[in-house]
């Protein structure tokens, strides 16, 4: 290993450190998120933050990734995202990624594989204005061969199989498959093997000048900086990319109109698997406003913590299932929750019926103080508790929603919407699952 790549890692090394002294577990700083107004019109914002000379930089082009991808070329985003960054300027790829540590960068995550296309790296404050100069081209002209482009493609797409993935992976994959029919959100989200093999250097070209423009640009920056060197820097990194109308709304709030599946229980047959079972349960939840989002957090706090929730509390005491994962998937156009667990397979109808006997509600049903107290926490964690930075964009997002506002009103509102059984598609993988058990349970 040359002494150029040692350093990248030392730095990362370095960083990490860094991070675990600043953020400890308690006595986080609390988030202030700020606009940054600037020459090019680019939508940013600043989170100040003092952690000595290390910034996080995120960059998100709206609606680019891959699930927003035409189906004719469905994984375009994720190809490009391997092509991206990987032979800077005339380098080759090793001596990009060496150049990328020399210029004290570190954690650099081209990610294609959700809405957005983001780009988010690490950065020493001293070498920065090198390394976005550095950076810069590959937004706007990315440096790829053909050969380069046909090496991409034959990563991609990543489909989860029996035999190497993780139960989850196949879980999650069938069930959005299930909640989307026909729509990009219920596809492999690397893409299509087809439309994959399809793409060409033009089409490449045609996708960046079409979706990396500075109308549909949002970019965070976290570190011990001001709005005025922010604004500097985005005229480093973006200055060169086009803007098709600079009055342009990206991100707009669009309607999803589209099936679901009419499969309302899916059986994955896992010989493997024993006398163990995966279940994951999930419903789509569309077009919900902030006070809807909030209560739905208010109320998967209430029934869903893994400590003191009330499904998890009653799962444990009939001996059911000592953890249930519970997840939020936020999309652009529309959310999930779903839950995942795995257990014996002889409590599986005691499970599902359970669930079944849960997941219904009236306002009148719920403790007023445990609401009150659900919110309380709520709104204190958003204002002072993040993982890391890479939380921050997240974070700053759940921040802003009104958790004081929540009544017992809305949260009975927001669990029809989160129990609806016409919208809830259940997935199990499992051996020889005893169909009659569970049927009855739909």
């Given at each position: ?7 990248f890692?030392?730095i ?36 100040n ?37 990987r ?85 999650l ?10 729509h990009p ?9 087809q439309?994959?093999?399809?793409i ?10 079409s ?6 640009l ?48 899916s ?6 698997a ?6 994951a ?13 909030a ?26 299932s ?23 397979k ?37 204002l ?10 997240e ?48």
């Amino acid at each position: 290993m040359s002494n150029r790549l040692k350093s990248f890692f030392l730095i990362a090394g370095i960083l990490a450190v860094i991070f675990a002294c600043v953020f400890p577990n308690r006595g986080r700083p609390a988030l202030v998120v700020v606009y940054v107004p600037n020459a090019l019109g680019i939508r940013a914002s600043l989170v100040n933050i003092d952690h000595g000379e290390v910034l996080y930089v995120k960059c998100k082009f709206k609606n680019a990734g891959v699930l927003h991808n035409s189906s004719d070329k469905h994984g375009i985003s994720a190809v490009l995202s391997s092509l991206m960054f990987r032979k800077m300027h005339e380098l080759s790829p090793e001596e990009s990624l060496e150049k990328m540590a020399e210029l004290g960068m570190a954690h650099f995550d081209p990610s294609a594989f959700g809405d957005d296309f983001a780009v988010s790296f690490f950065v020493l404050k001293d070498e920065i204005t090198k390394a976005l100069k550095f950076l810069s081209p590959a937004f706007s002209r990315p440096n790829f061969t053909k050969n380069d482009l046909e090496f991409a493609k034959e990563n991609f797409p990543l489909i989860p199989d029996i035999d190497s993935s993780h139960p989850r992976e196949l879980l999650l994959e069938k069930l959005m498959s299930m909640l989307y029919a026909n729509h990009p959100y219920g596809l492999n989200c690397t893409g299509t093997a087809q439309a994959i093999a399809s793409i060409t250097a033009e089409d490449i070209d045609k996708f960046v000048q079409s979706k990396f423009t500075g109308d549909n640009l949002e970019v965070i920056f976290a570190g011990n900086v001001s709005a005025m060197e922010v604004s500097k820097y985005l005229n480093i990194l973006f200055a060169e990319l086009p803007r098709h109308n600079v009055d342009a709304l990206p991100g707009q709030k669009q309607k999803i109109d589209i099936p679901m599946s009419s499969e309302k229980i899916s059986i994955i047959n896992n010989p493997n698997a024993r006398d163990l079972v995966g279940v994951a349960v999930g419903v789509r939840l569309d077009e919900l406003t902030d006070l809807e989002r909030a209560a739905l957090y208010v109320l998967l706090e209430i029934f869903y913590n893994h400590k003191t929730g009330i499904l998890t509390e009653g799962l444990r005491s009939r001996n059911i299932s000592n953890e249930l994962g519970h997840f939020l998937l936020k999309r652009s156009l529309s959310d999930v929750f779903y839950t995942s667990v795995f257990l014996e397979k002889k409590d599986l109808a005691n499970y599902l019926k359970y669930l079944e006997e849960k997941t219904s509600l009236s306002a009148g049903e719920l403790d007023p103080e445990r609401v009150e107290k659900a919110k309380d926490y709520l709104f204190q964690r958003s204002l002072n508790e993040f993982v890391d930075l890479t939380d921050i964009d997240e974070t700053s997002k759940i921040r802003s929603l009104p958790f004081r506002d929540v009544s017992l009103e809305n949260i009975a509102a927001v669990a029809k919407k989160l129990w609806d059984k016409s919208k809830t598609r259940t997935v199990i993988i499992g051996n020889e699952i005893p169909i009659l058990d569970y049927k009855e349970h739909r």
